[in-house]
C-alpha cells in the first residue's frame, strides 16, 4: 500500500511538472511557426524524460529502502542536481552576449556603407553569429513579411530576453523613428561596451568555477553516505519510524537549502528589462513612439 500510494504521488509530482512546464512556455513569435509543445509528445521531450527518470529513481528508492521521505528525495534531486552541476545557462548567455556583439558591430558597419536599416537588418541575417542565428533570421522573416519594424525589433528583443538586446533594439528604434546618422556610432560604442562584458564574464566564470567544484564534492560525499546508510541497515533503522522520517526530510532540506546557496554563490545575476515586450504592439505607429520615449528615460549610451 505504501508503495502505491508512493508511486501514485510520485505521478502527480511528475504531472504537475510538465504540467508548469507547458504553461510557462512563450508562445511563437509573429513570423515563426510554433514548435510542438508538451502535450503532443510529453515523453518525447526533455522535461518528460527528465520526468520519467525521476519517477522511477523515486520508485527504485522506496523499493529498496520502504521510506517515503527518501523516494521524495530522490525524485527531486533526478530532476534539480543536473542543474546545480551544470553552468550551461552561464556559458549560453555569455556565448549569446558574444554573438550579439558581433551582429552589432556589423549591422553597425553595413549602415556606415550607406545602407538603409532595413536592408542591413535584413542582410545581417546572412552571416549571423550561431548563438542569435534562429533570432536574428527570425527578425528578417518578420521584415519579410510586412511586420512594421518597430513591432519585429521589439519580438527580436523579446527573444532575446536580455537587456543587451534592449538596448541595442532600443538604439535601432530610435533609427527607426529619427532616421538619423548617428546610429553607427551609437551601435559601434555598445558593441565596444559588450565587448568588454564578455572579457569581464568569462573572467568571473573563471572565479567561480570552484563553487561548482565545492557543489560536486558534497553531492559525491552525499550519494556515498547515502549509500552507506541503505546498505548498512543497523546504522539506518531508526530511519524506518514516523520519527526517523521526519528527521530525514529536515535533513534533506538542509541539504538542499546548502546546496541551492552554493548555486546562487556561482550565479551572475542578471539585471531587468527595460524594453516593453512586442505582444501588444499592434501597428507600427505607436510603438516608435513609446520606444523612443522609455529609450530616452533609460539612456541608450548609458552605463553598462
Known amino acids: 500500500m505504501i508503495a502505491f500510494a508512493a508511486g501514485a504521488g510520485a505521478l502527480i509530482f511528475g504531472g504537475l511538472v510538465l504540467f508548469v512546464a507547458e504553461l510557462t512556455r512563450r508562445a511563437p513569435a509573429p513570423g515563426i511557426p510554433g514548435r510542438r509543445g508538451l502535450g503532443s509528445g510529453t515523453f518525447a ?21 520502504r521510506w517515503p521521505v ?4 530522490a525524485a527531486l534531486a533526478v530532476l534539480f542536481l543536473p542543474k546545480l552541476l551544470s553552468n550551461s ?10 554573438g550579439l556583439e558581433q551582429w552589432t558591430r556589423r549591422l553597425a558597419d553595413m549602415l556606415t556603407a550607406s545602407r538603409g536599416l532595413e536592408d542591413a537588418l535584413a542582410v545581417s541575417a ?8 534562429p533570432q536574428v533570421t527570425a527578425l528578417a522573416r518578420r521584415m519579410s513579411a510586412r511586420v512594421g519594424t518597430a513591432q ?6 523579446d527573444e532575446i530576453n536580455d537587456p543587451a538586446g534592449d538596448r541595442i533594439v532600443a538604439a535601432l ?14 551601435l559601434s560604442a555598445l558593441a565596444e561596451l559588450l565587448a568588454r562584458d564578455v572579457a569581464a564574464r568569462r573572467d568571473i ?52 537549502a546548502g546546496l541551492s546557496w552554493l548555486y546562487r554563490l556561482g550565479q551572475i545575476p542578471v539585471p531587468g528589462r527595460f524594453l516593453e515586450s512586442a505582444q501588444w504592439a499592434a501597428d507600427d505607429s505607436e510603438p516608435q513612439q513609446v520606444g523612443a520615449g522609455s529609450v530616452g528615460g533609460v ?5 553598462w
Do not use: C, D
Request: proline share 2%.
Open 45 to 65: 521531450s526533455a522535461a518528460g524524460r527528465k520526468g520519467l527518470i525521476a519517477v522511477v529513481a523515486g520508485l527504485a528508492m522506496l523499493a529498496v529502502t
Open 70 to 73: 527518501a523516494a521524495l528525495a
Open 89 to 98: 545557462e552561464t556559458k549560453r548567455r555569455t556565448a549569446m552576449l558574444e
Open 126 to 133: 546572412r552571416t549571423a553569429p550561431p548563438a542569435i542565428a
Open 152 to 157: 519585429a525589433l521589439r519580438a527580436f528583443a
Open 173 to 186: 528604434l530610435i533609427a527607426t523613428g529619427q532616421r538619423g546618422g548617428g546610429v553607427q556610432g551609437v
Open 205 to 256: 566564470e573563471a572565479s567561480r568555477a570552484e563553487h561548482r567544484t565545492t557543489i560536486r564534492w558534497i553531492i559525491v560525499f552525499i550519494a556515498g553516505f547515502t549509500a552507506f546508510a541503505i546498505f548498512n541497515r543497523a546504522y539506518s533503522a531508526p530511519y524506518g519510524t514516523f520519527t526517523g522520517q521526519m528527521v530525514l526530510g529536515v535533513v534533506a532540506v538542509l541539504y538542499a
Open 299 to 303: 539612456g541608450v549610451g548609458g552605463g
